[in-house]
Nanobody, 123 residues
Framework: QVQLTEFGGGLVEDGGSLRLSCSASGRTFSTYSMGWFRQAPGKEREFVAGISWGGANTPYADSVKGRFTISKALAENTVYLQMNTLKPEDTAVYYC????????????????WGPGTQVTVSS
């Protein structure tokens, strides 16, 4: 079992930055691939970024490429999402998720989810 908790959401102005953290507890974190997803009101949950268990593979959604960076700190059992040049369309609840095996852009492939953290970007 893996327990995930997100931190770092909040209100930021258009063009601003935030760093989200996802703290993991439970089973060996190093063997899990991690993903960040988001869901805006009235929309489906969408993939944002992922990182493989070894850290070598980091896919991103086209909408965030060049602005967001995912990283992980194994010693801290934490995954980060650095979000720069935020836009109002980035407003959503952000979730981190974990799965054993290869990183995936499909939310259905993830076994464990955090409760989410709200990110609001004002125009």
């Amino acid at each position: 079992q893996v327990q995930l908790t997100e931190f770092g959401g909040g209100l930021v102005e258009d063009g601003g930055s935030l760093r989200l953290s996802c703290s993991a507890s439970g089973r060996t974190f190093s063997t899990y691939s991690m993903g960040w997803f988001r869901q805006a009101p009235g929309k489906e949950r969408e993939f944002v970024a992922g990182i493989s268990w070894g850290g070598a593979n980091t896919p991103y959604a086209d909408s965030v490429k060049g602005r967001f960076t995912i990283s992980k700190a194994l010693a801290e059992n934490t995954v980060y999402l650095q979000m720069n040049t935020l836009k109002p369309e980035d407003t959503a609840v952000y979730y981190c998720a974990a799965r054993r095996g290869l990183v995936s852009e499909s939310s259905q492939q993830y076994e464990y989810w955090g409760p989410g953290t709200q990110v609001t970007v004002s125009s």
